[in-house]
């Protein structure tokens, strides 16, 4: 079944770089997601990665996949204030057509 | 291009009553998707619409219900709420289903009393 894993939380120093960490069970997951929720607010899309990869980047984020040990992290470079929130990592399954299945969620705290 | 929007913002209802929550996709979306978000229970999908047809659903009991209609907007309704029934509504759009990228509106607060 689908299960996905993720530390509670992670304080990090305004500046330095963040690693989030999610980890998942379901081998035929396609895609990859991280998503980013403020307070009050709904879900962002960061970023996705397909499962055929192993690294993708977008500017200050990196996502790195290991298909193998079924780990998924998601690094921020240059930490900043405005990247304090909850970061959900997310999968999607073959066969489950839209259906995405969540971790409960990093809340990342940028200190200065 | 606006975003998916979600009608009402706030609600607030008593146990027994039922309740429909409204989500408009973005546009040129044709596939909608629901999800539950409670402290305990976390991010859980409750189902999803594609071209009026209801493509994969959650496990929850059968009072929670949805429909589409042609222009692609959904709404989800709730009957005899229950106070575990409060939590904030998700719905995402994509272009159609199982397409790479959803896009979330705001949501819906749900409070039962």
């Known amino acids: 079944g689908e299960d996905v894993e993720q530390s509670l939380f992670l304080s990090v120093r305004e500046g330095d770089s963040s690693v989030i960490n999610c980890t998942y069970t379901d081998s035929s997951s396609t895609y990859l997601y991280w998503y980013k929720q403020e307070p009050g607010a709904g879900l962002q899309l960061l970023t996705y990665i397909f499962s055929n990869m192993d690294m993708k980047q977008d500017q200050r984020l990196t996502v790195l996949l290991n298909k193998k040990d079924k780990h998924l992290s998601l690094r921020i470079a240059d930490t900043q204030t405005g990247d304090s929130a909850i970061y959900f990592c997310?999968?999607?399954?073959?066969?489950?057509?839209?259906?995405?299945?969540f971790g409960t969620g990093t809340r990342l705290q940028v200190t200065l | 291009k606006a975003g998916v929007t979600q009608t009402p913002r706030y609600l607030i209802k008593t146990r027994g009553q039922q309740v429909t929550l409204s989500c408009s996709p973005i546009s040129g979306h044709r596939s909608v998707s629901w999800y539950q978000q409670t402290p305990g229970q976390g991010l859980q999908f409750l189902f999803e619409?594609?071209?009026?047809?209801?493509?994969n659903k959650g496990n929850f009991p059968g009072r929670f219900s949805g429909r589409q209609f042609s222009n692609s907007r959904s709404e989800m309704n709730v009957s005899t709420l229950e106070l575990g029934d409060s939590a904030l509504y998700l719905c995402a759009s994509s272009l159609a289903s199982a397409d790479n990228e959803q896009f979330f509106g705001p949501g819906t607060r749900l409070t039962v009393l």
């Open positions: 997310a999968e999607r399954a073959t066969g489950t057509a839209s259906k995405l299945t």
């Open positions: 619409y594609f071209s009026e047809t209801q493509r």
